[in-house]
Structures are given as structure tokens and as C-alpha cells.
């Protein structure tokens, strides 16, 4: 069982991801683990290729996953609503530029 350490790390700067008029959550964008990751192209790729292969935002996702054996490619995910159909697409690890275009026009949007 993890100390009160563990716990000190993981939760430390979280007060400022709320807003002070609603009390709700403004995180950005977050990793599997739900801590926050930097509004990078750097940052989201080293999370992809490095960290814990996801990334998440309001409405959509981007994260890597294994389409066989050997390869693998990087997922765009977009789920905007309850009547709005979700979206996939899918780049090849090399392509994260693409991806990563892709995913800042679903988040923006």
C-alpha cells in the first residue's frame, strides 16, 4: 500500500482546474491516470509513444493501439454527443502530425 507520499504528487495543483464561478472541473486535457498534460504537440506525442499510450480532452480522445503484431497506430476518437454519431480515425505512428491535427480540430471544436 502506497504512503501518504503517493498521494501528496498525484493531487498537488489540482485547485487550480476549477472554475472559482461554477466549482466545476476545467482540465484540459489529461492522461489515463487523470493528470494533466501540457497543450504540446511534444508533450501529447511523449504521452502517446512514452507515458500511458492516451490522451483525453472534453469530447475526444487520441491514443495508440496495436492494429497487429508488429505495428501500431495512433487513434483519433471524437464522441460530441448523444445525437451526434461518434468518429475514428486512425494514422500510422509516423503521421502523428496528422493525428495530432486532427485531434486539436475535434477539441477545439
Do not use: C, Y
Given at each position: 500500500?502506497?504512503?501518504?507520499?503517493?498521494?501528496?504528487?498525484?493531487?498537488?495543483?489540482?485547485?487550480?482546474?476549477?472554475?472559482d464561478?461554477?466549482?466545476?472541473?476545467?482540465?484540459?486535457?489529461?492522461?489515463?491516470?487523470?493528470?494533466?498534460?501540457?497543450?504540446?504537440?511534444?508533450?501529447?506525442?511523449?504521452?502517446?509513444?512514452?507515458?500511458?499510450?492516451?490522451?483525453?480532452?472534453p469530447?475526444c480522445s487520441i491514443?495508440?493501439?496495436?492494429?497487429?503484431?508488429?505495428?501500431?497506430?495512433?487513434?483519433?476518437?471524437?464522441s460530441?454527443?448523444?445525437?451526434?454519431?461518434?468518429?475514428?480515425?486512425?494514422f500510422?505512428?509516423?503521421?502523428?502530425?496528422?493525428?495530432?491535427?486532427?485531434?486539436?480540430?475535434?477539441?477545439?471544436?
Open positions: 500500500m502506497p504512503g501518504r507520499s503517493w498521494w501528496i504528487p498525484l493531487f498537488a495543483g489540482i485547485g487550480h482546474l476549477f472554475n464561478r461554477t466549482g466545476q472541473a476545467v482540465m484540459e486535457m489529461m492522461n489515463k491516470l487523470g493528470i494533466q498534460v501540457m497543450n504540446s504537440p511534444r508533450m501529447v506525442r511523449d504521452e502517446l509513444l512514452q507515458g500511458t499510450g492516451a490522451v483525453m480532452a469530447g491514443f495508440v493501439e496495436s492494429s497487429n503484431v508488429k505495428d501500431k497506430e495512433i487513434v483519433v476518437f471524437r460530441p454527443g448523444k445525437d451526434v454519431p461518434a468518429e475514428r480515425k486512425a500510422d505512428v509516423e503521421h502523428f502530425d496528422q493525428a495530432w491535427k486532427q485531434f486539436d480540430e475535434w477539441r477545439s471544436a
